[in-house]
């Protein structure tokens, strides 16, 4: 069992298994021949601590107190932005879901196209939507609530979508023998299922949404963003702190509500 | 010498329970020892206190001499393996793996975190892998194994340590009868042959008459017998399970069963 | 005789449910904030029919530029790449500490939840503003930005799943007298590696989006040249951009699914 080397992998060979090695290798070449794409450079890593610390000084200044209020409807222009996009989505997003859903979609065709139709929603990050709509709409809140309702739409129909397809079947059968009708059997016998995952989702959606809001102001998209890229731009680092701060307050703030309230709506809708 | 001797050990866990209360007992190097018990007596708890994996709240506990304090904790475990109940390989492991992961105690440098092992190591895992009679087995996968067969390899592993005690809590709690036979007939084997100290936890008193040089009974964290199978009366067995009334020798199994 | 089958008093009057309560209310916020925001419904329904013209405005894509378009989304992949790979260095060493029966010390446990909190609640744009403006322009401080928000997911996914590990395993190991990286080498990893290999797969492709946008702040990629084709009118261009990083996106979605079901 043991050949001449003093150490061994615990492997038959006594070499490391096939699957590790190829693994680590391949991944090890992609970094190598993707370096240059990514414009890694010694020198400048080692240097950008120095910049980096320097950067962080320069942050170190007074703030801008006056900004505050400013900051503040900002602040709930984009809270706001996410709370609609969202709403709007779950309004599309329900009848969406049921379509793709391949145990209560009307026919095969309907859950292909829906499906495929979906994935392109959801291919696109938001900040393109975004720019997309600027340029139709024009700048301001509503192209970005747009942007983010409709890459909403295509992830939350497509969880829906899956929840839908892990009902309980007996379930819905029973409420189908006793004659219901096609909207019936959906209403009342899957979708009540799905609730409990349907909360967590939109929970985690609005939370999401809240951090993808606060950049789509760099491209005009309205909320808090715009403010954001212009203080790095104008120098403005007495507001750079304030702002992001209060982002990092409010997402947190959301974080820790959120969960607690997914628990507690979870809990009591199984009840 | 791989004497352990226990004095006045008591262990209260956080939340208030005394679940061993002044145990004291001195275990002969090189015996079969079980500890008998009902559920809740405590015996996992001491088992577990001579090894480090719970503390001592008071008292002592002293290896071969050695008192067992929080710096030493690995140098203890060591020298004393542990079979478990449910045999806590990993499963996703291969055999061969599991009874390696006996060696890294005494192992600690860099290599070990990369899978690489010495071949001194590897000799020691085919060498106790030969004796639990699992080299056909040693390279599939842990989860792969029936029950007695994973509870094999959980014995090579602490038998790769190269153990002065080996301690089993209820190993063959989750096996059938005729495998529970063959652990035990592999334990004492292992006792008789490498002169290694076993302490063993088990509910089957039958199990404990035929295999122990020594028993000792355990009840609600007290010691409330020490002595051979022989001195082992059904009276003696009242004490230690608490059960008035109980005579016939079969009866008394079912009855341990709920225990 | 008849028998009632409900006999006495019928059924008990139903308990209030607060449903409609909230309801109410969430409507009434809605428009509030539709007010607020000045999103007029009207100019949104004249907007539809203007809509259909605009979008129709993509419809001839102008691939002139397509080796430029190539390399830029070759760029961009390459930054999600990079970034990963640093998440996934970080988040290996940090989660083992920020599992709750693995870390040495509740207090480490603690700090370094903390800290993966902390790197998770940064948008990877804003950091992507900050490194930029710290280190220079580049994909290199796109890469960065990237990786620092998926360390935190990646260590609090992988925490979470370590912590589920039956304690029994953990035990088993230590028994013998390992120390900490052994048992979490030997113990943690090999029984998680499915899951996390799969989580991996799934932060690459959503890395892949974040990548392709970071190009707005300087950072690299194709984000940067979809703004400038937008903001010259330049709809034949901006169509192409669009198609090159959608079908790269939906390639490397189906790539990455692909993978994780040979995983399961």
């Known amino acids: 069992m043991t050949k001449g080397w003093n150490w061994r992998w615990p492997t038959r060979s006594g070499l490391p298994p096939l699957a590790a090695v190829a693994a680590v290798a391949g991944v090890l070449l992609m970094l190598w021949l993707t370096a240059p794409l990514v414009e890694i450079d010694l020198h400048r890593i080692l240097g950008s601590a120095g910049k980096m610390a320097a950067f962080a000084g320069d942050l170190m200044v007074k703030p801008d107190w006056k900004y505050l209020p400013q900051l503040f409807w900002k602040m709930v222009e984009t809270m706001e932005m996410s709370f609609v996009a969202t709403s709007i989505a779950l309004v599309v997003s329900l009848p969406l879901g049921l379509l793709a859903a391949r145990n209560a979609t009307p026919h095969v065709l309907v859950y292909r196209v829906i499906r495929d139709l979906l994935g392109l929603l959801r291919a696109m990050p938001e900040l393109v939507w975004a720019l997309v709509f600027v340029s139709a709409v024009g700048l301001g809140p509503l192209a970005g609530v747009m942007a983010l309702a409709i890459v909403t739409v295509g992830f939350m129909s497509k969880f829906f979508a899956e929840s839908i397809e892990v009902v309980d079947p007996k379930q819905v059968e029973g409420i189908a023998a006793h004659g219901a009708g096609w909207i019936q059997v959906r209403l009342f016998g899957m979708l009540p299922q799905v609730l409990p995952d349907f909360v967590g989702t939109v929970m985690y959606v609005l939370d999401h949404n809240l951090r993808a809001a606060t950049i789509l102001g760099f491209v005009g998209a309205g909320g808090i963003g715009f403010d954001l890229i212009m203080s790095v731009r104008l120098f403005q680092y007495d507001r750079l702190l304030l702002i992001a701060g209060s982002i990092y307050l409010v997402v947190t703030a959301l974080d820790h509500l959120s969960n607690r309230w997914r628990s507690r709506i979870i809990h009591g809708a199984a009840a | ?259 | 005789m008849k028998r009632r089958l409900v006999p006495g008093t019928p059924l008990a009057p139903r308990p209030r449910s607060l449903f409609p309560v909230w309801l109410a209310a969430v409507l009434a916020l809605l428009w509030l904030i539709v007010h607020h925001l000045g999103i007029s419904f009207e100019t949104l329904g004249y907007g539809v029919t203007d809509m259909g013209e605009y979008f129709s405005r993509y419809g001839r894509p102008d691939f002139g530029d397509l080796p430029s378009y190539l390399r830029l989304m070759a760029v961009t992949l390459a930054t999600a790449f990079w970034g990963t790979v640093f998440a996934l260095v970080v988040a290996f060493l940090l989660a083992p500490l920020a599992a709750r029966n693995l870390s040495p010390h509740p207090l480490v446990f603690r700090a370094t939840r903390e800290l993966l909190n902390v790197m998770r609640a940064l948008p990877d744009l804003l950091l992507a503003l900050f490194f930029v403006a710290a280190i220079g322009l580049g994909p290199m401080p796109g890469a960065l930005a990237v990786g620092v928000p998926t360390a935190g997911f990646l260590a609090k996914f992988f925490a979470e799943s370590l912590e589920r590990v039956d304690a029994g395993i953990y035990e088993g190991l230590a028994s013998t007298g390992a120390n900490f990286p052994q048992v979490v080498m030997y113990a943690g990893w090999p029984s998680i590696l499915r899951e996390a290999l799969g989580f991996t797969l799934y932060i690459l492709d959503r890395n892949v989006r974040m990548a392709s946008v970071l190009g707005l702040v300087g950072a690299g990629g194709i984000g940067a040249a979809l703004h400038v084709t937008l903001s010259l009118f330049d709809y034949g261009r901006s169509a192409a951009l669009i198609l090159v990083m959608l079908v790269t996106i939906l390639l490397v979605d189906y790539a990455s699914a692909w993978l994780r079901r040979r995983l399961a």
């Not at chain 2, 001194?120 to 004796?131: G, K, V, W, Y």
């Not at chain 2, 809590?169 to 290694?196: K, N, Q, Y």
């Not at chain 2, 063993?200 to 008459?209: D, F, I, M, P, Y």
């Not at chain 2, 001195?231 to 341990?256: F, N, P, S, W």
Request: hydrophobic share 40%; aromatic share 6%.
């Open chain 2, 1 to 259: 010498m791989s004497t352990i001797a226990l004095r006045s050990v008591t262990k209260r866990f956080p939340n208030g329970f005394e679940a061993i209360k002044d145990v004291s007992a001195e275990i002969a190097s090189g015996s079969f020892t079980v500890i008998l018990g009902p559920s809740g007596a405590g015996k996992s708890t001491l088992l577990r206190l001579i090894n480090g994996l719970e503390s001592l709240t008071t008292g002592s506990v002293r290896i071969a001499g050695t008192p067992q304090v929080k710096g030493n904790l690995r140098e203890t475990r060591r020298r004393v393996g542990m079979v478990f109940q449910r045999f806590n390989l990993v499963e996703r492991l291969s055999v061969v793996t599991n009874v390696l992961t006996g060696r890294l105690g005494h192992r600690s440098w860099f290599g070990s975190l990369f899978f690489l092992f010495r071949r001194e190591d590897m000799d020691i895992a085919q060498e106790t892998l030969e004796r639990v009679g699992l080299t056909g087995k040693a390279w599939s996968r842990a989860d792969k194994l029936s029950g007695g067969e994973q509870q094999r390899v959980g014995i090579a592993r602490a038998l790769a340590q190269r153990p002065e005690v080996i301690l089993a809590d209820e190993p063959v709690a989750s096996l059938d009868p005729v495998t529970s036979e063959e652990i035990m007939g592999l334990l004492r084997e292992i006792c008789d042959r490498d002169g290694i100290t076993v302490v063993v936890n088990l509910h089957q008193v039958e199990l404990a008459r035929h295999y122990a040089d020594r028993i000792i009974g355990l009840n609600a964290g007290r010691l409330v017998f020490d002595g051979t199978p022989a001195q082992l009366t059904d009276q003696v067995l009242e004490t230690i399970y608490e059960r008035k009334g109980m005579i016939d020798d079969q009866r008394l199994e079912l009855a341990l069963a709920y225990a």
